[in-house]
């Protein structure tokens, strides 16, 4: 039980940043003696690469960036939530709610001046320091740890999206040799564009001691072997916490058959021939093989809104100008320091009791603003949206996963209902696997017809009304109040959001 010293302190409240020190190292080493406490700590300068030089650092980062990484890190849903839509609510309530169970914030000053810092640290609450019980607390650790890899690799380094590696790794060549579920290998692998490597990366997350890293550099190295002389860097990283203490990240990282690392000098992130540092959406334009990335990472999210009741949608406004939601550092941009579409939106507010609300939209576009299509996940703090070209695309990459499963043998229902028989868990685990390898190879071999079509639909979808993209006789209602209880969030083509407070209610 939580003991009687311990006080009853109301849930965290998400209105303020936080601080995470962060140790980068070439290898995995003891567990620092609470130097996340004691270092002198150099501020994170968002180089969108390694540092010139290992050693602590700390950046400030929001609840908004972590849930984001959360929503996005892991395996593809296409293949299991293909027909049952609705399920993507409980699957993103899978992914964000041990960080609101778990989590807590507490104020730390560092004996040390850091320019910018917050003087605030995640920890762990009293509910899983003392009412807990392993098998949870290991769940809650594999979440953390891959939620906490996502934020730091994409970020803090810059990489880009990452994929799951049970499904093959990044080089198509050896893709089958990634397919022995029994192998230890690491869990994800993503391309970093300014670096041109591909990345494999492993997360630990909990009290993650030395015997745990050494575990995880073991599993790089099974991966490291089977890429073999193709240019690659391994990175491990350890979210480390324990009640009482803050959270801190360690980042072992390595360098095989590769340029030397990528420095703080490396690469500009305002540099705009980049595209950001490795941010698919700053790379829509041009690229129709980032287009089908960006839809196929926001697939959770849009099954959410495609299969929302139509009570719970809102169309929010937002700058119809992309370039100034474009990533500088972190995973998003804060709205609250866009003044231009705050000034619209009261503006909006001030001429929608006079104007009907077809030509209010239609009015408010013409002013520089466009809707975004939003949710709020049920049993959570946290509302997602797309722009309408991401929405379009995102339905029609649905539609030509949906015809894969019916054309190809082992994944058309009546295969799938002639393999339900009784298997050991290990079976039905590596059955699943299979079918999973060959929807992906499915969808690898559809990408050359895949490109226009999606671009096509992304086109298409900047000038569709929501109800044609709903195929809803009615318009979702236009939020007016936007940024009233929520901390917004957004890239170019998405949206986020969570409470100040506790959980809003659900509007009508």
């Known amino acids: 039980m939580i003991p009687a010293h311990v006080p009853d302190e109301p849930p965290l409240t998400y209105a303020d940043s936080f601080d995470v020190p962060v140790l ?15 270092a002198v700590l150099k501020p994170w300068a968002g180089s969108g690469g390694f540092p010139a030089a290992d050693g602590w650092y700390v950046s400030t980062t929001t609840w908004r960036e ?9 395996r593809d849903v296409t293949p299991h939530l293909r027909n049952q839509p609705r399920y993507a609510h409980g699957e993103l309530v899978a992914r964000v709610a041990p960080l609101y169970a778990y989590l807590g914030m507490h104020p730390f000053m560092s004996p040390f001046l850091v320019p910018g810092i917050k003087g605030r640290r995640l920890t762990l609450n009293p509910v899983y320091a003392y009412g807990t019980e392993r098998s949870a607390k290991n769940a809650a650790g594999y979440r953390l740890g891959m939620t906490m890899a996502e934020w730091a690799c994409r970020a803090l380094l810059g990489l880009g999206q990452t994929e799951h590696l049970e499904l093959g790794g990044p080089i198509s060549a050896l893709r089958n040799t990634f397919k022995d579920p029994k192998e230890k290998l690491p869990d994800l692998w993503g391309q970093h564009q300014a670096e041109n490597l591909y990345w494999l990366i492993e997360a630990k997350g909990g009290d993650v ?33 324990r009640p009482g203490d803050d959270l801190f990240l360690t980042i072992d990282h390595g360098l095989h058959f590769g340029q030397p690392p990528l420095t703080a000098a490396g690469f500009d992130i305002d540099d705009e021939s980049a595209g950001g540092p490795g941010n698919l959406e700053d790379r829509l334009g041009d690229s129709d093989d980032a287009l089908i990335g960006a839809a196929r990472a926001q697939m959770l999210a849009y ?21 100034s939601r474009r990533r500088r550092s972190g995973l998003t941009t804060p709205l609250e320091g866009d003044d231009f579409t705050r000034a619209m939106r009261a503006e909006a507010r001030g001429v929608a009791p006079y104007t009907e609300r077809h030509t209010l939209r239609a009015r408010v576009r013409s002013w520089g603003l466009d809707d975004f299509l939003t949710c ?16 379009a695309a995102c339905e029609r990459l ?48 559809a990408r050359p017809r895949l490109r226009p079509r999606l671009r096509d639909a992304f086109e298409r979808g900047a000038t569709s009304d929501w109800s044609d993209l709903l195929r809803r006789p009615q318009e979702p209602e236009l939020d007016l109040e936007g940024d009233e209880g929520l901390l917004e969030a957004a890239t170019p083509e998405t949206y986020l959001a969570v409470s100040r407070y506790g959980l809003p209610p659900a509007r009508a």
């Open 398 to 445: 649905h539609e030509e996963d949906l015809a894969i499963a019916q054309r190809t043998l082992g994944l058309r229902a009546e295969d799938l209902r002639a393999d339900d028989q009784e298997l050991s868990d290990d079976a039905q685990e590596e059955q699943r696997l299979i079918q999973r390898r060959i929807f992906r190879e499915q969808q690898e071999e």
């Open 66 to 74: 972590i849930i984001k990484a959360a929503i996005e890190v892991g």
């Open 24 to 38: 980068f190292r070439n290898g995995p080493a003891r567990k620092p003696r609470r130097q996340w406490r004691t």
């Open 376 to 391: 709020r996940i049920p049993g959570t703090e946290v509302h997602l949206g797309m722009s309408r070209k991401l929405y």
């Open 303 to 323: 099954l959410a809104l495609r299969s929302a009741p139509a009570s719970q949608l809102r169309t929010v406004l937002v700058s119809a100008d992309r370039a």
């Open 209 to 241: 001691g030395l015997g745990t890293l050494r575990k995880g550099w073991e599993q790089l190295a099974a991966g490291s072997k089977i890429l073999g002389s193709y240019s690659h860097r391994t990175v491990l990283v350890g979210a480390c916490v």
